[in-house]
């Protein structure tokens, strides 16, 4: 398969791990015999040092004429200690996934054979977990009419019905292939939007008969993801309510530096990892890779690359258990390795491990 594909590094950790991802899907593409091309473009932090735009119309460009993009992270303490800064780098990703239209984005969580005891939660509350966060991607507060004054301000937290209803179709598509639940996060007892998205969701249910849907206030949902978090197979909820709750949900994994994601939408789908730039770790070659090269697998599975992503999901696995790992899960007294490290170990495995 031909496949071109955007990289946008980003800041801070970012291409340190874009490297490593981009090495993995080289070494995909060996094995497999595919063509992938991949063009650099510009986000974030860095993007407004060279050209002003956290997101600039050239990098909006090359997305789009991309099949897929490849994110790592954005974002600089420059900017996050300076609330009169005027531009961010944030609204970078902000700006390529309202115009890219990707309102969906996919996270899933799971335990990793291996690293249950990496969690601070206890092993039998997270061995087995494994659910996946469908987070409103487009609107809600992230975009609605803001107003900033000196003593007054304010988010706009709007949906419309159409934007509720395309959010919880892919959510009961998904759960069709998966373990056929919903769980659908509001707060429907306070707020006005989240008793719109009650309603449509409770329209909704009704054409998916195979699928049991239950509804959550987010508050109590973030005690349940800690406490039960097998109880979960598809959650779906607002930009701001998924934003919180799959930091939350990553803690199940043990390691942020685990958890990749899709967005998925009206143009060109973006491969990312949740977790943000981590400035404080930039250069020092200790950021775990797995995130991203977790987003490689999911960039494969959406072009049905299925046995190309397993073998990755496999070395990925392999490296846990061998301990070729980042510090973040490392074991004391065992040896840690570095990002690229991880990186030339998962590319070499990869053009030999056999596909079972
Ligand atoms: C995420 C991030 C972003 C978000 C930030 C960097 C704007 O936290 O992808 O979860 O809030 O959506
Ligand atoms: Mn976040």
Redesign the pocket.
Known sequence: MKLKIAVLPGDGIGPEISRVGVDVMKAVAERFGHEFEFDYGLAGAAAIRATGNPFPEETLKLCKDSDAVLFS???DPEYDNNPEAKVR??QG??AM?KQLGLFA?IRPIQTFPGLEDKSPLKREIVEGSDFVCV?E?TGGM?FGEKYESEDKAYDTNLYTKPEIERILKVAFELAGKRKKHVTVVDKANVLASSRLWRKVAQDMEKDWPEITTDYMFVDNASMKLIQDPRFFDVIVTE?TFG?IL??EASVISGSMGLLP?SSIGESTPVF?P?H?SWPQAAGLDIANPLAQVLSVAMLLEHFDLTEEAKLVRKVVDESIKEGIVTPDLGESGKSEYGTQAVGKWLCARLTISDQR
């Open positions: 992270a954005v974002g780098p944030e990703l902000l996934r984005n987070r991607l992230y930009n934003d799959t930091d994601s990312e949740i943000g």
